[in-house]
């Protein structure tokens, strides 16, 4: 079993920034993701990056949002700029990941980003 451990979310002020830090336990790791929920609201995908570095962003983060990932700490990374008050979510990691041949989606346990006004 693989676990995606999260960490770096926080309170922030509106214009403020903040990195998230998401690393996985052991295995082969492909695409990894950063999605959001908000109370009342559907997971939503911020970021995407696959296991060469290509990234991938929703239109509402482009230009304030960046993923990387390092492969040797299988690791992947969200750094958040000019936060404002609407990215106030619960952040969760993504990650395609092979163990022995088995191929399996895992998930963060969460972590929270709140942007005071």
């Known amino acids: 079993q693989v676990q995606l451990v999260e960490s770096g979310g926080g309170l922030v002020q509106a214009g403020g920034s903040l990195r998230l830090s998401c690393t996985a336990s052991t295995g082969n790791i492909y695409t990894m993701a950063w999605y959001r929920q908000a109370p009342g609201k559907q997971r939503e995908l911020v970021a995407g990056?696959?296991?060469?570095?290509?990234?991938n962003y929703a239109d509402s983060v482009k230009g304030r949002f960046t993923i990387s990932r390092d492969n040797a700490k299988k690791t992947v990374y969200l750094q958040m700029n000019s936060l404002k008050p609407p990215a106030t979510a619960a952040y969760y990691c993504?990650?395609?990941?092979?163990?022995?041949?088995?191929?399996?989606?895992?998930w963060g346990q969460g972590t929270q980003v709140t942007v005071s006004s």
């Open positions: 993504n990650a395609d990941v092979s163990v022995w041949l088995v191929r399996k989606v895992y």
């Open positions: 990056i696959t296991a060469g570095g290509s990234p």
